[in-house]
């Protein structure tokens, strides 16, 4: 009996030994998770598929161990109390027509049961334009400029309508700097005594909200396209105007000498 009952006093104290190491080793994730910065940037993008809107939210450290922390949004919702953003490797988001698009929603990283770290925003305020496309320049000789066209996913959706535009061209090669064009509209024109002649030039469009209601943040650049500005007028070439100046410079000093002599 006394071998018995110390058989069952090793086994229960390493029982304890055992629950005691997991329960320290859960604290110590919480504390890890409480040590790490947790800092958070979110952008929304409206009506990208039909009535849904997109909210991407994503960590500002791109080191940090993002293995069971996860991202909700409450507040502003339609049907809903809260939202839970599904996860894609380090990227957070979730689609949906929820979204109220009037007040505030408080959206907090959590681990488990608890939140690390919240913020306060409204869905409308963080809105990231959605990069324009389809960019093209024509040459118009007529008229000694350039036309650029390209097309705005916004002008044919609800919400978002106004949006303002920033083209950026430069010479492709041997220049860093870009020239920088606002508009509200799809199409400008560069004129081309601003271009260097015989030169291959690259050019981008991107967008960003310019509403009262409805703001936020710059869209990706579109894809970039290229053009080519032409030759000099008769650089080294012949000069149709200069024969016909001569000729008659010629005739009138003739005509002066036949006058002289006469008179």
Known sequence: MMALGRAFAIVFCLIQAV???????????????????????CHS???????????????????????NLEFQICGALLRVKCLTLNKLQDIYFIKT?????????????????????????????????????????????????????????????????????DVAYRPARGESNWTHVSLFHTRTTIPQRKLRPKAMYEIKVRSIPHNDYFKGFWSEWSP???????????????????????????????LLVILAHVL
């Open 224 to 254: 970039s396209s290229t053009f080519e500005t032409p030759e000099p007028k008769n650089q080294g070439g012949w000069d149709p105007v200069l024969p016909s100046v001569t000729i008659l410079s010629l005739f009138s000093v003739f």
């Open 19 to 41: 629950s005691g190491e997991s329960g320290n080793a859960q604290d110590g994730d919480l504390e890890d998770a409480d040590a790490d910065d947790h800092s958070f940037w």
């Open 97 to 165: 027509s929820e979204f109220l698009l009037i007040g505030s929603s408080n959206i907090c990283v959590k681990l488990g049961q608890k939140n690390l770290t919240c913020k306060n925003m409204a869905i409308n305020t963080i809105v990231k334009a959605e990069a324009p496309s389809d960019l093209k320049v024509v040459y118009r000789k007529e008229a000694n400029d350039f036309l650029v066209t390209f097309n705005a996913p916004h002008l044919k959706k609800k919400y978002l309508k106004k949006v303002k535009h």
């Open 45 to 67: 993008q409206l009506e990208v598929d039909g009535s849904q809107h997109l909210l991407t939210c994503a960590f500002n450290d791109s080191d940090i161990n993002t293995a």
